[in-house]
């Protein structure tokens, strides 16, 4: 199973993204999915996550500004990425909890960096 993630670059404050993320491989069925970031000399942080039902949750410090969505029949999450802040920067890494008919695991995506200029 692989995670393969796209869609950084660089962008001015105010600007928009969209990350991708598709999942490939030997995939019985994915559970939660979601997005992550890491800072240079901070930890990795939770940015959003989506159950397989659709159900969100967001780090305060995203909310209004990012939207996490997945399309189940592609195994891909998306992470939608408005109004972005010079805080906003950092490699974004997604997360998938996924079974391959023998046993469900975490899986990562190989990271994509965005960097948002003031």
């Known amino acids: 199973v692989q995670l393969q993630a796209s869609g950084g670059g660089l962008v001015q404050a105010g600007g928009s993204l969209r990350l991708s993320c598709a999942a490939s491989?030997?995939?019985?069925?994915?559970?939660?999915m979601g997005w992550y970031r890491q800072a240079p000399g901070k930890q990795r942080e939770l940015v959003a996550g989506?159950?397989?039902?659709?159900?969100?949750k967001y780090a305060d410090s995203v909310k209004g500004r990012f939207t996490i969505s997945r399309d189940n029949a592609a195994n891909t999450v998306y992470l939608q990425m408005n109004s972005l802040k010079p805080e906003d920067t950092a490699v974004y890494y997604c997360?998938?909890?996924?079974?391959?008919?023998?046993?469900?695991?975490?899986?990562w995506g190989q990271g994509t960096e965005v960097t948002v200029s003031s």
């Open positions: 997360n998938a909890e996924i079974n391959n008919r023998t046993s469900w695991g975490s899986y």
């Open positions: 989506i159950t397989i039902r659709g159900s969100t």
């Open positions: 491989g030997l995939i019985f069925s994915i559970n939660d």
